[in-house]
């Protein structure tokens, strides 16, 4: 299994800002991935973290609005960008290792 | 027609029974399944995967796969109220994407 720790655990923010969330993993893996989870729902893939190129998105999700970072094996951040009210949400990233998806703690993002 | 359903519960059953879990999916090329299980303000913890038709167990967690009927479940054996969780089914076409489904709330009463 992996070890995934993210910061910041919970953040609230004024509209129109940006936060960016970081995601680290304890060894190394090939595939991390980001997710978010809006009150009382499930969990919805945002992208792919795709180390040394471009993440891939999900339909729905823009780079613009959530660019994400992948230096190397081990970490990978995700930006919310712009920030409305409609962005409040837990935003959870994985990793894989084997058959097996891991997730972190998450980070929960209150949007004023 | 959402591609992965779960009846959202809650499934209430008492401390002993077995509890079941349903979920089934709407994408044929599906091939591995997984159930998570989430206690409230955590994250998702994973409980096991089957890829195979038939039945996968793990200490009181069978999964069952059915990919003709495309139907997936979870039976947890001597339910304990520490059980008392949502359960997210999530379906991936290989081992790496998941869709999950929107989880079923399990109540396990003493």
């Known amino acids: 299994s992996a070890v995934i720790s993210q910061k910041p655990s919970r953040d609230i923010c004024q509209r129109g800002t940006s936060l960016t969330i970081q995601c680290q993993v304890d060894s190394q893996v090939t595939m991390m991935f980001w997710y978010r989870q809006q009150p009382g729902q499930s969990l919805t893939l945002i992208a792919t973290?795709?180390?040394?190129?471009?993440?891939?998105?999900e339909s729905g999700f823009v780079i613009d609005k959530f660019p994400i970072s992948r230096p190397n094996l081990t970490f990978s951040t995700l930006t919310v960008s712009n920030m409305s009210p409609e962005d409040s949400s837990i935003y959870l990233c994985s990793a894989q290792t084997g058959d097996e998806q891991f997730f972190g703690p998450g980070t929960r993002l209150t949007v004023l | 027609q959402k591609e992965v359903e779960q009846n959202s519960g809650p499934l209430s059953v008492p401390e002993g029974a077995i509890a079941s879990l349903n979920c089934t999916y709407s994408?044929?090329?599906?091939?591995?399944f997984f159930w998570y299980r989430q206690y409230s303000g955590k994250s998702p913890e994973l409980i096991m995967f089957i890829y195979s038709n038939g039945d996968k167990e793990d200490g009181r967690f069978t999964a069952q796969l059915n990919k003709a009927s495309q139907y997936v479940s979870l039976l947890i054996r001597d339910s304990q109220p520490s059980d008392s969780a949502t359960y997210l089914c999530a379906v991936s076409r290989g081992f790496q994407k998941l869709v999950f489904g929107t989880g079923t709330r399990l109540l396990v009463s003493p």
């Open positions: 973290a795709n180390q040394g190129s471009e993440a891939t998105y």
């Open positions: 994408d044929r090329g599906s091939q591995s």
